[in-house]
């Protein structure tokens, strides 16, 4: 089971836990969804459940499953990572482990909940992410939702094919604000205006 904290239209923005570990195990260990992370060791149950735990009790990440809201399953994962209050920015990463669903708005509309909540809920500032050169479906969904190119770094990644450089993304809190309407902020204005009508 899945408890959505926030939905959009295709997909909502779950609680993480230890029921969802499983698909996560078959997901990182992928080489098809792998080539587009920063991973190279194989994962056990053990490792996830490890990661798991880390990622609970940490104050710099803010990690959810993606769920497909008409099967009610959980297709992916999402979350924000070296958050930091002070600066008030984080870092953004996100995978869809169902690969059949990709190409499909999932990613855009994740992506779109998760900076409501970094800025909305979480007050941040600013939100980056760090995408291969090659990873053409990612760097348009990040477009799409109001990404712009921050820098780029050479060479960053080597894959089976060579050196990759890695683009650095970045979106303020203002571009994303002007642009989404805010599910928290609705909500938000609910809650005022049902205050105001009490007797
Ligand atoms: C990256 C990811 C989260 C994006 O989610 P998604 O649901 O596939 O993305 P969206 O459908 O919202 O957007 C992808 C866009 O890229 C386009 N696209 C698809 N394949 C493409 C390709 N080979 N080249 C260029 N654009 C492509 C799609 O048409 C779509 O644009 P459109 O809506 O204007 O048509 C998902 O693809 C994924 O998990 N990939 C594997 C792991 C990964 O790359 N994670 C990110 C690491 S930085």
Known sequence: MAVVVARGKKVGL????????????KWVN????TVYLNIQKVFTLE??????EQVRKSGRDRVFAIVELESKRVIGVIGLHRISYY?????LGIFIGEKELWGQ??????VKLMLDYAF??????????????????????????????????????LQPDGYHDVILMDILEE???????????????????????AP
């Open 14 to 25: 779950a609680v993480l836990s230890r029921e969802h570990l499983d698909k996560f195990v």
């Open 30 to 33: 992928d080489p098809e969804v």
């Open 47 to 52: 490792d996830e459940l490890e990661w798991y």
């Open 87 to 91: 600066n008030r920015n984080a870092e």
């Open 105 to 110: 708005g999932y990613g855009e509309e994740a």
């Open 120 to 157: 909305n809920v979480l007050n941040l500032h600013m939100v980056y992410l760090r995408v291969k050169d090659f990873n053409r479906r990612a760097i348009s969904c990040y477009r799409k939702v109001g990404f712009r190119e921050a820098g780029r770094i050479r060479d960053m990644a």
């Open 175 to 197: 571009e994303f604000n002007s642009r989404y309407e805010s599910f928290y902020k609705r909500i938000q204005e609910k809650a005022a205006q049902s205050s105001a009508e």
